[in-house]
């Protein structure tokens, strides 16, 4: 799985997340490699690719 780059919803610097399913509805947390401040990421996946990203503090 290929890692997805991502802006934090607080400072705006990149973040990296690695999804880890082929398919379906991912959920994940993360903090940001900047600010340190946790958001959440929600990715839906089909066939190992992202076709839908949203980002919520």
């Known amino acids: ?5 991502c802006g934090c919803p607080f ?4 973040s990296m997340v690695w ?3 082929w398919e379906g509805s ?3 947390v993360t903090d940001c ?6 958001f959440s990421v929600h990715l839906v996946m ?5 076709v839908q ?3 919520e503090p």
């Open 1 to 5: 799985m290929e890692a997805e780059s």
């Open 11 to 14: 400072c705006g610097c990149e």
């Open 19 to 21: 999804p880890d399913q």
């Open 26 to 28: 991912v959920h994940l």
């Open 33 to 38: 490699e900047n600010c340190c401040r946790p």
């Open 46 to 50: 089909d066939q190992g690719q992202v």
């Open 53 to 55: 990203l949203e980002i």
